[in-house]
């Protein structure tokens, strides 16, 4: 959550239409990148064939971990530019608005369109459908007595389970998707911390091509992440390298967190506190002893590797343990929040129609220049067979916004 400091490093004060800064220096194929922080040297990595001394700083966006990894600079440059291009549009269709307006205005449908992506095309493919219709449903309405703080489970453990989805590999690929001949694709560590490389090899488009065809790992009960993150992980104001695992257990520890059948208990699982008990939640003979060698007792495994070994749900990616805190924290922050999209009265009828029009695809393809996605990003798609053109995906109307159709939504600027 960004704090009312940080919002004014990221806005653009000086003009007259809600805008977010932008890189000064460097350009994305004419489109823009995201600043550079102002506090330099910034500790990301140099390119190390680079003889002529210029920096290359970390970047500077809502989350201070934007410049982590390359595909995640990636979706908060796309993210900037999204916001950017819509308060461009919303300010021509209502010249009077203020900067002050348009921002608001913009960060608003950006708030809805990352809560559709998250609840819509993203969660269901996570826990399963059955689990997501069992703990999450369909939207009612907005409940006032639901809490829709983010639980310590949820952000500690849970959510952390892929941590194990994430490849070792990061693809960049060329217009025609395959293996760029000058940038080709890196190990994961090499692209920790190093926004030159977005700079200088090629920019966004090839990192979203890889993105697109890139499968995520199956979690895997003998192999549970890839080295790239256990031995190689790269954190700043440390030597060495770090151990990704080692430290969500470590997380867990220090935040108190309850063993894993205590957090099977609060989810109307069964305990499970013999091998044979175990053995109906993992299928990994090998695995359930070695869990037991370490641990003793079912109840005194961590919750974040109890709940990341178990078998995976049907059409899921996680366990039972995992769906049910996760499927609980995204209903609760859904039904606990009346700024929800499909609240009444936060947005009219005709806005709420074009919102739900928009994608993760479509905002890929307003804001770089590939021009072929699949109809859905988060599905593991083949070029050429799973894409489709840019001019036949979905996108909203921005013109529903405009203040004279849009009677009692706006108030006195």
């Known amino acids: 959550m960004e704090t009312s400091c940080q919002i004014l490093k990221i806005r653009n004060l000086t003009n007259k239409e809600g805008l977010l800064n932008v890189n000064k220096k460097f350009q994305d194929n004419g489109r823009e990148f995201l600043p550079f922080v102002a506090e330099v040297p910034s500790p990301c990595a140099q ?3 680079d003889n002529n001394g210029e920096r290359t700083d970390c970047f500077l966006a809502g989350d201070s971990r934007s410049s982590e990894v390359l595909s995640l600079t990636t979706l908060h440059t796309i993210w900037l530019r999204e916001h950017n291009r819509i308060a461009k549009a919303l300010k021509k269709i ?3 608005w203020s900067a002050e307006t348009v921002y608001q205005e913009t960060r608003k449908i950006i708030g809805a369109l990352h809560q559709i992506i998250t609840l819509r095309d993203y969660v269901p493919k996570i826990i399963g459908s059955d689990a ?8 009612k309405a907005y409940n006032p007595l639901l809490d829709p703080t983010v639980s310590n489970v949820f952000s500690t453990a849970a959510f952390r389970f892929g941590h194990a ?7 960049r690929l060329d217009n025609m998707f395959e293996e760029k001949q000058n940038y080709s694709s890196v190990r994961l560590h090499e692209a920790f911390f190093s926004p030159w490389r977005l700079i200088k090899e090629g920019g966004l488009d090839p990192v979203i091509r890889g993105i697109l065809v890139q499968p995520a790992n199956v979690i895997d009960q003998d192999n549970l992440m890839t080295d790239e993150l256990t031995e190689k992980l790269f954190v700043f104001n440390a030597t060495g390298t770090f151990d990704l695992a080692s430290l969500n257990l470590q997380r867990g520890r220090d935040h108190g967190l309850p063993g894993y059948n205590d957090w099977r208990e609060f989810c109307g699982l069964h305990r499970l506190n013999t091998e044979g008990d175990l053995s109906t939640a993992i299928s990994n003979a090998n695995l359930i002893k070695k869990l037991l060698e370490i641990y003793k007792h079912p109840s005194n495994i961590d919750v974040w590797l109890g709940g990341l070994v178990e078998d995976i749900l049907p059409r899921g990616r996680t366990g039972p343990l995992f769906a049910c805190l996760i499927g609980k924290q995204m209903h609760a922050l859904r039904d606990g929040d009346r700024f929800w999209w ?3 009265g936060i947005f009219t009828e005709s806005q709420r129609s074009e919102l739900a029009k928009h ?3 479509r905002v890929m393809c307003d804001n770089s220049g590939v021009n072929e996605v699949p109809g859905d990003s988060f599905l593991l798609s083949q070029y050429p067979k799973d894409f489709i053109s840019c001019d036949i995906i979905s996108s909203m109307n921005l013109n529903v916004w405009k203040e004279s159709n849009v009677q009692g939504m706006f108030h006195k600027r």
Request: proline fraction near 11%; aromatic fraction near 12%.
């Open 47 to 49: 390119d190390p064939l």
């Open 165 to 171: 989805t994430v490849p070792p590999v990061l693809k």
């Open 94 to 96: 209502n010249n009077h």
């Open 342 to 344: 499909e609240n009444e």
């Open 132 to 139: 997501f219709d069992h703990y999450i449903g369909k939207y």
């Open 359 to 361: 994608s993760l695809s």
